[in-house]
Structure formats: structure tokens, C-alpha cells
């Protein structure tokens, strides 16, 4: 017998685990595509022998970000039209399709080619990955906002987005070097295009579900009428930059994905040439995910306790204490030294792993106050504005490293054998690409972020949204 679904007053279906496991399949489908980028760097350093170029090139495509992020965001927003569904869902079908093929292109392996047909390849394809990745992924992150509006709830939906970043990143972090790396550590260029187009498939898929599953709740009024001003994206940029929480969150985000983008090529040259086993690179990276998922559950009772900006400034001084650590090395690289280096790596995920879990909550709060103090909630544009800026530090913090990386002797030529003193020069490398994201992280949501419990309590009190505490709670979707 078909158990019947439950419904709210309003009439729509109460919020419970389908809300969770759906919102957690959106980010799944997302990292399908974007999980791959961390192998960006080695791809077209060792394989496309491009080096430098690339670090130029990769600043160079961050001028396609600064147009298609905010763009999208306020087409999205200025768009007035009824959907079957909802916009925000139609604009992720129309998204999840191109990324079949998108992630793809940025791995076109073509390494006899001249430079500047490389550099064509190169543009041409992080520019059609990134529309398409865009046009998913804005309007996903503005459906926080609307699946409901109770805080906990946003906790609930925040922490499993979360739990789908962790699933769609295990995928290739473990799979992935045991595939595109040949017994030498040399990494399969033609290995990678066919697990893109792969992987752009299984996302199609998890955004599918997610659609189907999704339940809005916090319906935005559409009004067609002619006196209604235009959307003015300046404005929607000045009321985001005098938007606390939203620029905290940012430098915050920003320093996560300086840390987790910007050293990736440098850890996987530790595992080529340091450790010398790139194979178990994906193993390590994901033992370190632990403290995520322990913490995970937690997540939404904790938030009831203690707040997410007091959790997540705990979780960033967890992160600086281990990146800290990261610089004890070993002489000769003994047995201790990849020891301490996992430790090191469990005590910074669990400081990443508590602000990840929040994060998104905490933009979906950035954005009530955006119409808390402007009386517009402009979700496209201040999601778009957010997404840029991490987007800048995913690409401005891999060209800056690998630009260090080479100052210090790396070679895109010796592929997986890098002489020993640059491998000793990307261990430490690593240790402060993490700390200074760390201190980024805390600068972010320590002193610039401020809806601290006390006043986000005020402020959905105010916006007559439902404050949930803990005696309320009677139900735990986590």
C-alpha cells in the first residue's frame, strides 16, 4: 500500500529526508563536472606541457567569470515568467544538459598541437563548461532559500549539500588515480576526456532526480507590471558589497577554495615525487574526509546550540591549528612523516567540514539579509556575486601557486619525477597554501560575518520568518 504524503497547512508536502537526499543530489550533479577540476592543473602542465601558459590562461578565463556569473545572476533574476515548475529549476535542467559535454572539453587531449591552438582549446572549453556550469549552478544555490524557511531546516538542507560535495568529490579523488595514472605516476591525458564524459552523464542524472524531488515552499510573488523598476545589477553589486554577511561568507568560501583548489596540483605532486605513490592520494584525501561525515548529523543540532557563525569561526581556528602542524616534516620523508601528514589533514578537514556544513545556510541567511535591509531579496544576483568570487579564488589561487610552484623548480616536463628538493619545497608549499586559508576562512567569518545567533534571531523575527528552537523539534531530517 502507497504510504500517502504528508502535508503542511499551505498545502505542500512537509519538509522530511526526500527535501534533504534531493538538495544533496543537486551538489552531487554539480561536483560530477567540477570535481575534475582539481586534475585541471596537472592535465595541462604534464600532459598538454603548457606550464606557465596555463597560469596565464587560467587568469585570463577569470574575465569570462567576472561577465557570466553576475549576468546569468541578474538574467535570472529579472526573468518574470511563469515556469510549469519553477525558474530556478528549469534554468538546472537547461544547465545539467550542457555539462554532459562541458566538463569534457576542458580535457581535450591534444598534445602535439601548436601553443596557440592549445590555448584556443583550452578557452574554448572552460568557457562553454562554465556557462553551462553557471546556469545550474546559481539558481541551485538560490533554492535553499525557498525549500523553507525555517533556519533549521536551512541547517538540515546545508549540511546534506555537504554530504553530495563529499560523494561527488570521492568519485574522482579515489577512483580517478588509480585510472588516469600509469605505474610511473605519469598521468593518461585520454583517460581523463572519456571519465569527463562520464562524469557529466552521472551529474545529468543526479540533477535529474533532484528536480523531480524538489519541493518550493517559500514562493516568490511574479509580477508582470510595467511600473515595476528595471533590475539595475550595479545597484544589486553596491547592496552586496554592504552586505556583511554575504561578503563574509565570500572571503570565507574564498579562502576554502584557495586551500582545497590552489594546492591540489602541489599535493599531487607530493604523492608523485615526495611519497611516490600518486595512487594513494585519493585514499588519504578521503580517510580525511571522516570529520566531515562524523560531523555531518551533528550539524543541525549543533546549530540549534550554538549558532553557524560561532561553529563555523570554531571550525576555521581548528583548520589554522593543523595547517600549522603541516609544516613538521621528517628528514628522508620516514613512515612518521606520512603519518603526521594525515593526522594533520583529519584535524584541518574537521575545521573545513564544520564550516561546510553551514555554509550554504549561512548564504541563504545573507540573502534574507539582502531584503532585510534593502527590502529586496535579489537571491541570482547575490548567489551569482558569491559564486563569482569563489569561482576567482578556484582560478586566480591554482595560477598563483602554480606559478609558485614553478619558482621553486617544478617541472611540467618531468611529469611524476620531480627532483627531491622540489618535492621537499612543495611539501611546505602545501602546509602554507592551507594555513593562509585558513586564517582567510577565520578573518571571514570571525570578523566580517555578523549575524551572530542573537541577531539572525532578530532578524528572521523581524522578516516574519519561523524560528525554529530546540524544544519545537520534533522531527530530524540529518
Request: proline fraction near 3%; charged fraction near 15%.
Amino acid at each position: 500500500m502507497k504510504k500517502e504524503t504528508q502535508l503542511a497547512a499551505n498545502g505542500k508536502r512537509k519538509f522530511g529526508m526526500r527535501d534533504c537526499l534531493a538538495y544533496a543530489a543537486g551538489d552531487l550533479g554539480c561536483n560530477m563536472s567540477f570535481a575534475l577540476k582539481s586534475t585541471m592543473s596537472i592535465f595541462w602542465t604534464q600532459f598538454m606541457g603548457m606550464d606557465l601558459w596555463y597560469a596565464l590562461l587560467l587568469i585570463v578565463v577569470q574575465v569570462w567569470d567576472a561577465i557570466n556569473d553576475p549576468l546569468i545572476g541578474s538574467i535570472i533574476d529579472s526573468d518574470r515568467r511563469k515556469y510549469k515548475r519553477n525558474k530556478f529549476l528549469t534554468y538546472i535542467w537547461v544547465g545539467s544538459l550542457g555539462l554532459i559535454v562541458g566538463g569534457a572539453c576542458c580535457f581535450l587531449p591534444f598534445p602535439n598541437a601548436a601553443v596557440w591552438a592549445k590555448a584556443i582549446i583550452f578557452i574554448a572549453g572552460y568557457v562553454v563548461w562554465d556557462a553551462f556550469y553557471t546556469v545550474a549552478n546559481v539558481p541551485y544555490g538560490s533554492l535553499l532559500g525557498l525549500i523553507s524557511n525555517d533556519v533549521k531546516d536551512r541547517a538540515s538542507l546545508s549540511a546534506w549539500r555537504s554530504v553530495g560535495s563529499i560523494f561527488g568529490n570521492m568519485l574522482p579523488m579515489v577512483i580517478l588515480p588509480c585510472i588516469i595514472y600509469d605505474k610511473d605516476n605519469n598521468l593518461i591525458g585520454e583517460r581523463v576526456f572519456i571519465a569527463a564524459l562520464i562524469m557529466g552523464v552521472l551529474g545529468f542524472i543526479c540533477f535529474q532526480f533532484m528536480i523531480r524531488n524538489t519541493e518550493i515552499r517559500v514562493e516568490q510573488e511574479i509580477t508582470l507590471q510595467e511600473e515595476k523598476p528595471k533590475f539595475n545589477v550595479f545597484r544589486a553589486f553596491v547592496n552586496f558589497m554592504k552586505n556583511r554577511p554575504a561578503v563574509g561568507a565570500t572571503v570565507a568560501a574564498m579562502g576554502m577554495f584557495i586551500g582545497m583548489q590552489g594546492a591540489a596540483t602541489a599535493v599531487t605532486v607530493i604523492f608523485q615525487s615526495y611519497f611516490k605513490n600518486v595512487q594513494i592520494s585519493g585514499i588519504v584525501q578521503l580517510f580525511a574526509m571522516i570529520p566531515i561525515v562524523c560531523f555531518t548529523p551533528l550539524a543541525r543540532k549543533m546549530v540549534a546550540r550554538f549558532g553557524k557563525k560561532e561553529l563555523a569561526t570554531f571550525g576555521s581556528i581548528c583548520s589554522i591549528v593543523a595547517a600549522a602542524a603541516l609544516f613538521i616534516v621528517t628528514p628522508d620523508n620516514t613512515g612518521l612523516d606520512l603519518i603526521l601528514y594525515i593526522v594533520s589533514q583529519l584535524i584541518f578537514s574537521l575545521g573545513l567540514g564544520i564550516y561546510s556544513t553551514v555554509s550554504w545556510a549561512m548564504m541563504g541567511d545573507a540573502i534574507d539579509y539582502n531584503e532585510w535591509k534593502t527590502g529586496n531579496r535579489e537571491e541570482g544576483t547575490v548567489y551569482s556575486l558569491h559564486s563569482f568570487f569563489r569561482k576567482l579564488a578556484q582560478g586566480i589561487g591554482p595560477a598563483l601557486v602554480l606559478v609558485i610552484m614553478v619558482a621553486l623548480g617544478y617541472e611540467g616536463a618531468n611529469e611524476g619525477n620531480q627532483v627531491w628538493e622540489v618535492a621537499v619545497r612543495m611539501r611546505y608549499l602545501v602546509a602554507g597554501t592551507y594555513l593562509f586559508s585558513a586564517i582567510l576562512q577565520f578573518v571571514g567569518l570571525g570578523l566580517v560575518y555578523n549575524l551572530d545567533k542573537k541577531t539572525l534571531e532578530h532578524m528572521n523575527v523581524e522578516l516574519g520568518r519561523e524560528v525554529a528552537t530546540s524544544s519545537e523539534d520534533t522531527s530530524d531530517p540529518v
